[in-house]
């Protein structure tokens, strides 16, 4: 199985973010998610794309957040990052000389569908902010 960590290491860049008033260097961002400035970059072009940061150039350049962290809720931050679906139906079409392989494609769409929908429901209510809060908590 193929898992994306873009969407921790994008909610990791806004947290790291919204505790600092100064645009922060892509160097200094992934010194905390513990990865290369490179793959940091091409997740800040996604969030800025999304609305999320803006980022200066320059030697006193780099990357803020475009709104405050209570109006940014983890839903944006996935959908800026990471391609739809968690769940997938098969690589291959099922054998439709078969019972199950002619009909189990209908009822996993279903099934997949609803299970995003309640993912999709629980990250929208949550914001950078509260993500925050929680490591403050961890102190």
Do not use: W
Not at 82 to 92: F, K, T, V, W, Y
């Amino acid at each position: 199985m193929n898992t994306s960590h873009r969407f921790a290491v994008g909610v990791h860049i806004l947290t790291l973010l919204s505790m600092f008033d100064e645009p922060q260097s892509s160097s200094f961002i992934a010194g905390s998610v513990n990865t290369n400035p490179a793959m940091i970059r091409r997740i800040l072009g996604m969030l800025n794309k999304a609305g999320l940061t803006v980022s200066t150039m320059g030697s006193q350049g780099g990357t803020r957040l475009a709104k405050a962290a209570d109006q940014i809720s983890l839903l944006e931050i996935y959908r800026a990052v990471d391609e739809p679906g968690i769940l997938a139906l098969h690589s291959s079409a099922p054998n439709p000389a078969c019972d199950v392989g002619r009909n189990i494609t209908g009822v996993l769409e279903t099934v997949i569908n609803q299970a995003e929908n309640a993912m999709e429901a629980v990250i929208a209510g949550i914001s950078v902010h509260d993500i925050v809060q929680g490591i403050k908590l961890k102190k």
